[in-house]
């Protein structure tokens, strides 16, 4: 994808500090980020860009395809690039770790609860929330240092 030929489509100038955002989401290690994410890797750069901007801009991305904007359960808005294929997520309710997954077998699951009840998908998302390997491993150990009742 031609991103600065996308955003001129969109009547969007192909700024600097505009690709520059687009460049943290493809080096983050964190394929998710929020408005706050994104303001303060700027700010870190010495990019004068105020949150509004920022979150407009993403908004931006979002409404052209290039970003997917997410809402998970007590979780700002998080974006991620549109790389085209479809993906589901793990979200860890201690640390807020996420973890993209696909399960062809779940995939087809959904389809047949769709088709069962005569329903066509358009699109849909799945989130599982729990405890990723690291919190639960630190978790279990204060929870056996609890004194018993009798």
Sequence with gaps: MDIPQEL??????????????????????????SADDVYRLLHDEHI???????????????????LIRRQFEAVASVFELNEGGHHDH???TNCGKMEEFFDHAIEQRQEAV?????????QHSLSLYGLCGDCAASIKPMAAKKPRRL
């Design 48 to 66: 004068d860009m105020g949150l509004a901007t920022v979150y407009r801009v993403l908004m931006q991305f979002a409404d052209a395809g290039i």
């Design 114 to 122: 769709a088709a069962e009840r005569n329903f066509v998908l358009h």
């Design 90 to 92: 793990l979200i860890c």
């Design 8 to 33: 001129r489509k969109l009547g969007l100038k192909a700024t600097l500090p505009r690709l520059r955002i687009l460049q943290l989401f493809q080096e983050s290690k964190s394929k998710h980020l």
